[in-house]
């Protein structure tokens, strides 16, 4: 009676290995970036729970800076990533739209977009 062989060749295992070390790797390196960007979806909407009523454009930002400061994620938006949109309505949406590259390996970078709005509550002057 023959016995049959069962598992994985060493070949076959260092194949596997390779795969999963190379997504494992990618996953390390995009997830720095997406964890900042659910720090600034948690400020926006803090923002947007609060009463802004009487506030500047500039006071809202340099609130909503000091809230991601708490986030960790102050390093990766720049003032100028910071929109504020007039509705038809009269409300005021604010906007945050930035880019962030991410070095891969080699010359291979990741480049990402974010973009989050909210409605702002009270008259935003």
Known sequence: MKSRQQGITML??????????????MVMK????YYHYFGVE???????????????RSQIRSD?????????ADQEIH??????????GG????RVDYENRVHF???????LHF???????GSVE
Do not use: C, W
């Open 64 to 72: 909503f800076m000091y809230k991601l400061s708490f986030q960790y």
């Open 115 to 121: 973009q989050k709005s909210v409605q702002l509550t």
């Open 12 to 25: 076959g295992f260092v194949f596997m290995l390779l795969i999963v070390g190379f997504f494992g790797f």
């Open 79 to 88: 003032p100028e990533d910071i929109h504020f949109d007039q509705n038809s």
């Open 91 to 94: 409300g005021v949406t604010f």
């Open 30 to 33: 995009l997830y720095p970036p």
């Open 42 to 56: 948690r400020a926006m909407s803090e923002l947007k729970s609060e009463d802004l009523s009487g506030k500047s």
């Open 105 to 111: 390996i080699y010359n291979i970078d990741f480049l």
